[in-house]
């Protein structure tokens, strides 16, 4: 660290790195570090930066997504957004989940996917009651706008949705309430067939959850 950079919190440090919250230069940055991350998994881990990183650059300009700041083989440093993770902050406004639909498809025209929001941890609630989102390490680019890419941002929206459904039940609408009733084709193979060895590798042997990083922000007013 030099003068001009502190650390402030450790927000989460697993077998694919760590990630840390720091000052640098007066701004508050999220640092993800994966040097220390184990052997057999520093590959995908740089792999997973990597993809963060090209996200980001080119997502530039949306607000409430976060700016790269700088990016190497293994770190990464992005804005820090001041907020609490959805299922600690619980929106209950309606306009939170309007909000959150627009910057989706904003998302969407930038031909990405971010395919990680089913995770409430990746959407935050800002001080404004804004939506805001994070973490694009599985995000995926696709300016041919294929079948693939459509199933992609279809189920992006589903995610939504249900979580929408979780806090707001009342305010689906009748093509909402229809798009939940039908999962695409690539969410059905998924589930039947790769979700539950994922959840064996993520929950049992990971120590994952998809709530993972809840205790982060626990305590903070905002936090990002």
């Not at 919250?21 to 881990?45: H, M, N, Y």
């Not at 990464?76 to 001041?82: A, F, K, T, V, Y």
């Not at 969407?108 to 805001?132: C, F, I, M, Q, S």
Request: charged letters at 30%; glycine letters at 8%; hydrophobic letters at 35%.
């Amino acid at each position: 660290m030099t003068s001009s950079e502190a650390l402030q919190q450790v927000l989460k440090r697993d077998l694919f790195g760590s990630v840390s919250r720091l000052s640098r230069g007066g701004e508050t940055r999220v640092l993800r570090d994966c040097s220390d991350a184990r052997w057999w998994l520093r590959p995908l881990a740089r792999h997973l930066l990597g993809r963060e990183g090209r996200a980001l650059q080119r997502l530039e300009g949306i607000e409430r997504i976060p700016t790269l700041q700088s990016s190497s083989r293994d770190r990464l440093e992005r804005q820090w957004i001041e907020g609490l993770p959805m299922q600690i902050a619980r929106p209950g406004d309606p306009a939170y989940f309007r909000k959150a639909l627009q910057l989706l498809r904003r998302l969407h025209a930038r031909d990405l996917t971010h395919n990680d929001l089913a995770k409430e941890t990746n959407w935050l609630v800002t001080p404004d009651g804004l939506p805001a989102l994070v973490d694009f390490q599985l995000a995926r680019h696709a300016p041919r706008r294929g079948r693939l890419f459509r199933m992609l941002a279809h189920g992006d929206l589903r995610h939504l949705l249900k979580h929408k459904r979780q806090y707001l039940p009342g305010h689906l609408t009748a093509r909402q309430r229809a798009i939940l009733a039908q999962p695409s084709p690539l969410s059905r193979v998924w589930r039947a067939t790769v979700k539950p060895l994922y959840l064996f590798v993520t929950r049992r042997l990971l120590g994952w959850s998809d709530r993972e990083g809840a205790g982060d922000r626990q305590g903070m007013s905002r936090g990002g």
